[in-house]
């Protein structure tokens, strides 16, 4: 504090008023310096409360910096995590999850690399803010210092103006805010020590979780070496697995070689399961006996059981193939207002079992077949084989085809009419014509002009709509299997009625479709059936002029001949009457015999007459049924007859069933195979048959 003594020295001395004013005077100036001291350490107090502020700040800003190096932290923690559930759930990725933690610890080292270095800023914050407090207290110190002083001056100048008065006790309030000041520095002081103290922990909970890390690195490592182990552990076993297999398959091979030997002992001597129904036909010796399933059954109700058969049912068919209604059902209906009427034939699967083969010496191609076992299922049995009529456009499997209930008849789209090519002489295909199967309508024939080919046939029957075909020789051979397995025997003129085969007429004089329809589902003989001709109408009740069905398809036989698709003839006028071809699809060609049509490794007959025995070839074909010795009679061992051209040199074409006035001729066997390409006649026609796509 200022030194006012000499001041007050002279007051005591002075004598005139003069010398007291100006000696108090002077006391006053000093102390007013004093003041202004006083209030330049104020300054100085608040410029280092500000620096202390701006500390306080930046140490903030550092503890954002830690916790924000804390988040990553936590985030490096849970990618841990996550990469030892991924290990846990896929041995497969763990080099992927390790490389994914290598990165996440390395994210934690540089985390507490920054983290260290932010623990490097605030203590030297620290260290900034001690200073300040050293300089606070020295402040301090010097204040009180000359507080005490100027306390001396005001209570040695007690009785100076009342001014003097004001100005010490300012100079106490002064005080009084600088101790506010110091509080408030060391409670600043104190947090910052706290988050001091808390960056530490903090370090230490980071070391921790590196360490734990490190830990975790290690377990995986040792994991990942474990699964490689396992993995070389593994492939060792799959190499000696796959030795297993290997010798596995070589005693499975042995195994189906005995298997199939069994098999063919059993399909020799005969099948005992129950859902396989046989038929022992000895062609040589005309006899007939029923095997597995069928030995002691009758044809009819006894093979209902068995989906092939009992599954037959007539029904109603849009043009998309969708069936609106079955036999019995409401609105079921046979006049095509509720669309065709066809057979539901559900799939099966055959086996043929040659017991006797004799060489076909006439062409030196192929076998006769003297004896054989035929064998149906309707599930998959060991060597049994699906029938090739079951398969769609595509080559893939269907559950079911329908045929036709009745013998085709021509719908005119234009005239909106069906037509009698015995009346309608005048009428010609016309584009969109439909090969229909509906009943109370007359076979269309090959009468007219531009129509009654197989070309124009299978044209009518496409114009229906997608998987709507002529009727196949796959289709004919499925449904003659069934026949003769339920029959019992291969003269069907015999089990059913001699059909519709003893009419006369020039012209189309087939009857009129659809006299079956009170048999719906079942086999036999119509009570009346009407004939037509040019236009004249009669009923007939007798046999030989009634039509037949066979389990819902009318006519297999009789009535009219039936163009059959997908079997052509040839020959090189040194094969007898011709090789058998068969397409492999829906693409016919009349007069080809190689591509899609493939030969079945025998001729048939070079002379006509009644068959005596089936040809024999590739195994693949063993199903058809297609006469190579004509030595029978009308009677047996089939009493179907067979035409021919013989020595053929050219292509030739089939039709089956016989016609109107096929007599004893006719029959489920009775093949005519003297058609030229491109053949129509007045006595032949076609009918339907639909296969469903099974593309899935």
Known sequence: MADISQYTEKIRRAVYGEEVRGSIINALEAVNDDNNSYQAIKDEIKQDKQDIDNTVDEFDGLVEQVTEAKEVIVSSLESVETAKRDLQAVVADAESKNSTLVSSISGAYNANAALQAVTRNAETATTNAETAKTNLDASIGTSETKKADLDGVVSQASTAEWNLQQQISNAQRAGSNLETVISAANSVKSELQSATSDAENMKSDLSDVLTTATEKHTVLTETVQTAEQIDSHITNENDRAENNINALDVRLENADEILTGVEDIKAYLGYDDEHIVGLQADFKNKVFKRLAGAYGLNAGADFDSFPMFGGRRRCNVAADGTINAYYGDEGYTEDGTNGQVMVYQPAFYYKVVPLE???????????????????????????????????????????????????????????????????????????????????????????????????????????????????????????????????????????????????????????????????????????????????????????????????????????????????????????????????????????????????????????????????????????????????????????DYYWCTPNLNGYRIARLGGGWNGGDNAGGFYWVCNGTPGYRDFAVGGRLLYVPSGAE
């Open 357 to 639: 083969l004799e060489k076909n010496t006439q062409s030196n191609i192929g076998y006769h077949l003297r004896k054989a076992n035929y064998y149906v299922s309707s599930k998959p049995v060991f060597g049994f084989k699906r029938h090739p009529l079951f398969y769609d456009e595509q080559g893939n499997p269907v559950d079911y085809v329908l045929l036709s209930a009745y013998e085709g008849s021509m719908y005119d789209v234009s005239e909106e009419a069906y037509v009698n090519d015995s009346v309608d002489t005048s009428v010609s295909y016309g584009a969109g014509d439909l090969l229909c199967s509906v009943a109370g309508k007359k076979p269309i024939s090959g009468k007219l002009g531009g129509v009654g080919n197989k070309v124009q046939f299978e044209t009518m029957a496409n114009n229906i709509g997608s998987g709507w075909h002529l009727n196949t020789i796959k289709a004919e051979s499925a449904n003659q299997l069934l026949m003769i397995i339920e029959l019992g025997r291969f003269n069907t003129q015999a089990a059913i009625g001699q059909g519709v085969v003893s009419q006369s007429g020039a012209s189309n004089a087939s009857s009129l479709t659809g006299s079956t329809a009170n048999l719906g589902n079942g086999t036999g003989q119509a009570t009346e059936t009407i004939a037509e001709s040019a236009g004249t109408e009669t009923v007939n009740t007798t046999s030989g002029k009634l039509s037949i069905s066979y389990r819902g398809v009318e006519n297999p036989w009789g009535n009219i001949w039936k163009h059959t698709n997908g079997i052509n003839l040839w020959g090189d006028g040194h094969m007898g009457a011709g090789q058998v071809y068969i397409a492999d699809d829906f693409s016919f060609n009349e007069s080809k015999h190689d591509g899609n049509y493939k030969p079945t490794g025998f001729t048939i007959s070079n002379a006509g007459g009644y068959v005596s025995a089936f040809g024999y070839g590739d195994e693949e074909f063993d199903w058809l049924f297609m006469p190579s010795e004509t030595a029978g009679n009308n009677s047996v061992p089939v009493g």
